[in-house]
C-alpha cells in the first residue's frame, strides 16, 4: 500500500512536471493524480512497458497527465 502511494507520488510529479502545473498541485493532488491517472491510462492503453507497485510506467505517466490536463481545464488551473 505504502509503494503504491509513493509510486503514485512520483508519477503525479511527473505528470506535474510535464504540464507545467505541478507548482500548483500539492502532495496529495500529486498522489491522487498518480494512482487515478494510473488506472485511466492503464484502462485506456493497456499494461505495457515497465512496471512498479504493480502500475505500468508508461501508460500510468499518459494517463496522469491526461487527467492533470482535464482537471486543469475544469478549474481553471493555469500554468506559472
Known amino acids: ?21 505541478g507548482e500548483s498541485m500539492g502532495w496529495i493532488s500529486n ?3 498518480g494512482l487515478i491517472g494510473s488506472t485511466l491510462g492503464q484502462w485506456l492503453l493497456g499494461s505495457w512497458g515497465p512496471s512498479l ?5 508508461v501508460p500510468s505517466i499518459i494517463g496522469a497527465v491526461i487527467l492533470v490536463l482535464i482537471v486543469s481545464a475544469i478549474f481553471g488551473v493555469k500554468s506559472k
Open 31 to 33: 498522489i491522487l493524480a
Open 53 to 57: 507497485a504493480g502500475m505500468a510506467i
Open 1 to 21: 500500500m505504502l509503494w503504491s502511494i509513493l509510486v503514485g507520488a512520483l508519477i503525479g510529479v511527473i505528470a506535474g512536471a510535464l504540464t507545467n502545473r
